[in-house]
């Protein structure tokens, strides 16, 4: 049990991998989405529920889960083996299913804290209603808590739950684990019972004489082979006129599954193992599986090879399955850096137009171009300010409509938008608003320019107000502000009026940039939020290769 004598390295590169495995997320819904969230949680299951534990307590218990389909017998077979009932047995499921673990006494501790499954709460053995051990997930101290320890659940809290059953019937070292239906119509019953089949060293699958090739247990059979765990079958309510026959066909499957050398155990058809039959199995009908179970934990060499190759099995699962998360992280980013893509084409594609159109002068046009007009003589420098601003705030809303209205197009057509805000800035102000606010501050910083150029050199007849009106003219009419460069430069003389132009442009570049930057960084807002960066694949791989350098 070489792999079992876990170093300190290797445990903790085991921990790592758990982290960077938890910190995985797929949020963007591709199309491989689904599947990678599943691997992660069937990961995680493992790992939090059988490696990390395993390799932390190596002489821990062995635990055996009882799965199978729906009426299969898991319950009958576990109570028989125990010898009472332990858990109900029948047909008809209720809709929630509290799976049962039963132990020798000396055993409870081990799984009564936080060692193994510990999202679960435990209920009580004496099943007084409301009634669970303290939940391990809430606690801190890992150690187990003595046996009897209760605590009520907070008000309100509901979750799966684990009822803890002790025995003296089950040897030390062994514990039995009644999962619910493999097969249920519940999916929380049927994420359970994955869960609990991911915590165990030992999986034992119920199958019957009459539904032994269905396609739900050999899924399960298929999951053991590739995880190359300790197995055994129960060919359950075999009619004895046809035992030889079933037995032969169900034995010539396994070999073709690849699953010949498995152990597997007959249990004859009776009438205690009706389905829906309350009653318990005769101790002949288990005797096979009970000394098969008891000679794991009782044979130090059994037990080894029994618990070891479990543990190296889904040791060694992780270099295909921890890659095929890293890709599901990978193609998150890809359609991220896809959306990402289009918003910064399509703001960067907005300020060309934007910057082009203020080279055109279409800026000094209509009121702007009347206010123009009749300045000084029917205009104030102010009217004229205000009719250019109004212009600029106008021209870059109008920027932002078209950025937006591309982005809603490409995210429609784009699978991994689906579920992503087509309004980041929903209940803000409206665009024009944002824009104005914008433009507002870069006039105030032109409006000081001009006062201050006019104070240090002004010679004409205009006024500070003025000056800066020629200055906004001059920035925004192209072509057409020439006569406005002109004026200028007579009021301030030519060389500090070409050093105030080019100051003001700078700021007019500015506040283009600054305020499409804003709306672009709002639109990438919620992507940002997602955290489906490159860390994650980058993370995983590098978590994984730790891992096997440490083995």
């Not at 032969?248 to 389905?275: C, D, H, K, N």
């Not at 703001?347 to 209509?366: H, I």
């Not at 430069?489 to 070409?498: E, G, Q, R």
């Amino acid at each position: 049990m070489a792999i079992l004598e876990a170093r300190t390295e290797l445990l903790d590169s085991l921990v790592a991998l758990r982290d960077r495995v938890a910190a995985a997320s797929f949020p963007l819904p591709l199309t491989g989405a689904p599947y990678a969230r599943r691997c992660r949680s069937e990961l995680l299951a493992q790992l939090d529920d059988y490696l990390v534990p395993r390799l932390r307590d190596p002489d821990a218990p062995l635990l055996a889960v009882v799965a199978g389909s729906t009426g299969a017998g898991k319950s009958t077979l576990v109570n028989s083996l125990v010898g009472r009932r332990i858990t109900e047995a029948g047909v008809l499921r209720p809709t929630t299913r509290t799976p049962v673990l039963v132990c020798h006494p000396d055993d409870a501790h081990w799984f009564e804290g936080r060692r193994v499954l510990p999202r679960l709460a435990r209920l009580s053995a004496d099943r007084e209603p409301g009634t669970v051990l303290q939940r391990a997930a809430d606690r801190t101290d890992p150690s187990p808590q003595p046996a009897g320890t209760l605590q009520r659940p907070p008000a309100g809290e509901s979750g799966p739950a684990l009822r803890l059953e002790t025995d003296e019937a089950l040897p030390t070292g062994l514990a039995l684990l009644d999962a619910p239906d493999i097969d249920s119509l519940v999916a929380e019953n049927r994420d359970l019972a994955a869960e609990l089949i991911c915590a165990a060293d030992i999986w034992i699958l119920v199958t019957t004489a009459a539904r032994y090739a269905d396609a739900v247990p050999w899924h399960l059979l298929r999951a053991a082979r590739e995880y190359d765990v300790t197995l055994a079958t129960v060919l359950d309510r075999v009619p004895h006129q046809i035992t030889h026959e079933v037995t032969r066909q169900y034995t010539a499957l396994l070999e073709r599954a690849g699953l010949a050398g498995i152990p597997r155990f007959t249990v004859p058809e009776l009438p205690e193992s009706a389905a829906g039959s309350r009653g318990l199995l005769p101790g002949s009908a288990v005797d096979s599986l009970r000394h098969w179970l008891t000679h794991l934990v009782t044979d130090p060499l059994a037990r080894e090879e029994a618990v070891g190759r479990t543990a190296a099995g889904a040791l060694a699962s992780l270099r295909s399955r921890v890659p095929e998360l890293a890709a599901g992280a990978a193609a998150q980013h890809s359609a991220a850096l896809r959306l990402s893509h289009q918003v910064e084409l399509a703001y960067a594609d907005a300020g060309q137009r934007a910057k082009l159109r203020l080279s055109e002068g279409r800026l000094l046009a209509g009121e702007a171009w009347t206010h123009w007009r009749g300045f000084p003589t029917d205009t104030a420098g102010e009217e004229l300010m205000t009719a250019c601003t109004d212009g600029l705030a106008d021209l870059l809303a109008n920027a932002v409509g078209a950025a937006e209205e591309r982005i809603v197009d490409f995210w429609r057509r784009e699978p991994g938008a689906v579920g992503l805000p087509e309004d980041p800035c929903l209940g803000a102000a409206p665009t024009v608003e944002r824009m104005g606010v914008a433009v507002r501050h870069w006039r105030r910083c032109v409006e000081e320019l001009a006062e201050e150029a006019y104070r240090a050199d002004g010679r004409g007849p205009a006024n500070g107000e003025e000056t800066a009106a020629l200055l906004a003219t001059t920035l925004l009419g192209g072509a057409q502000g020439i006569a406005a460069g002109e004026a200028l430069a007579a009021i301030l003389t030519v060389p500090p009026a070409a050093a105030l132009r080019e100051r003001g442009a700078e700021l007019l570049t500015e506040c283009v940039d600054r305020a499409l930057h804003g709306e672009r960084d709002r639109r990438l807002a919620p992507l940002r939020k997602l955290d489906a960066g490159p860390e994650q694949q980058a993370r995983l791989i590098a978590a994984l290769s730790v891992l096997h350098k440490e083995r």
